[in-house]
T-cell receptor
Framework: GAVVSQHPSWVICKSGTSVKIECRSLDFQATTMFWYRQFPKQSLMLMATSNEGSKATYEQGVEKDKFLINHASLTLSTLTVTSAHPEDSSFYIC?????????????FGPGTRLLVL | GIQVEQSPPDLILQEGANSTLRCNFSDSVNNLQWFHQNPWGQLINLFYIPSGTKQNGRLSATTVATERYSLLYISSSQTTDSGVYFCAVDDFGNEKLTFGTGTRLTIIP
C-alpha cells in the first residue's frame, strides 16, 4: 500500500516552454501533497504544500507564478513549471500523506528529472 | 527554522560491515523519519520514529528525543544498501518535513 506515482519520469524541453508534472496517490486519498526540488548531491528542499481544494502554500523564495500547483482531487496534484529556463533543471519529487500535514508518514513518488535546454 | 545535520557525510564500507548513521536536530520534533534514496532517486521509507527504538531486518533506528538525535544502524551491509540516507523532521506547529544533509553510503563488494 501507500504508493505514489509521478509522470513523466523525465522530460527535456526548450527554454521558454511550460512543463506539467503529475503526482498521484494510487491506493489512498491524500489530503495534503508536498513538492520538493533536489539539485545534484544536495538534500531535498520543500517548494510548496498542496491541500486539496485550496491554494498551495509556497516556501519562502519559491515563485508561485512560476511554479503553479493544482490539487484538484484527493489523488492528484500537478506542478507546472512555466516558462522554464536552464536554472529550473532539477529533480522534482512529490510526496503524499493521508493525515493532517505530516502527522502521518509521508510517501514519496519516484521523482521527475527536468532538463531545460 | 529547525536545523538538521547528519554525519558522516560520506561512508565507504566493505560488504558485510556494520554502520551507524547519526541525525542531530536543533529543536523538539513531532515527527522523524529515515529514508533511503536509491541510485535512481526513489525515496524509500525506512522508519517513522519520533522516539524510541524500532527494528526491521538488518536495519534498526533509535531516537532520543530529549537529546535531539537519532541513529540508524545497518548491519551486515549489502551492495544494495548503497545510496543516500536522509533523516527528516517536523517541529511542533510546523506541519512540513525538513530534510537533513544526508549520508552517502557506498558498499564495496
Amino acid at each position: 500500500g501507500a504508493v505514489v506515482s509521478q509522470h513523466p519520469s523525465w522530460v527535456i524541453c526548450k527554454s521558454g516552454t511550460s512543463v506539467k508534472i503529475e503526482c498521484r496517490s494510487l491506493d489512498f486519498q491524500a489530503t495534503t501533497m508536498f513538492w520538493y526540488r533536489q539539485f545534484p548531491k544536495q538534500s531535498l528542499m520543500l517548494m510548496a504544500t498542496s491541500n486539496e481544494g485550496s491554494k498551495a502554500t509556497y516556501e519562502q523564495g519559491v515563485e508561485k507564478d512560476k511554479f503553479l500547483i493544482n490539487h484538484a482531487s484527493l489523488t492528484l496534484s500537478t506542478l507546472t513549471v512555466t516558462s522554464a529556463h536552464p536554472e529550473d533543471s532539477s529533480f522534482y519529487i512529490c510526496s503524499a500523506g493521508s493525515g493532517v500535514g505530516v502527522r502521518e508518514t509521508q510517501y514519496f513518488g519516484p521523482g521527475t528529472r527536468l532538463l531545460v535546454l | 527554522g529547525i536545523q538538521v545535520e547528519q554525519s558522516p557525510p560520506d561512508l565507504i564500507l566493505q560488504e558485510g560491515a556494520n554502520s551507524t548513521l547519526r541525525c542531530n536536530f536543533s529543536d523538539s520534533v513531532n515527527n522523524l523519519q529515515w529514508f533511503h534514496q536509491n541510485p535512481w532517486g526513489q525515496l524509500i521509507n525506512l522508519f517513522y520514529i519520533p522516539s524510541g527504538t524500532k527494528q526491521n531486518g538488518r536495519l534498526s533506528a533509535t531516537t532520543v528525543a530529549t537529546e535531539r538525535y537519532s541513529l540508524l544502524y545497518i548491519s551486515s551491509s549489502q551492495t544494495t544498501d548503497s545510496g543516500v540516507y536522509f533523516c527528516a523532521v517536523d517541529d511542533f506547529g510546523n506541519e512540513k518535513l525538513t530534510f537533513g544533509t544526508g549520508t552517502r553510503l557506498t558498499i564495496i563488494p
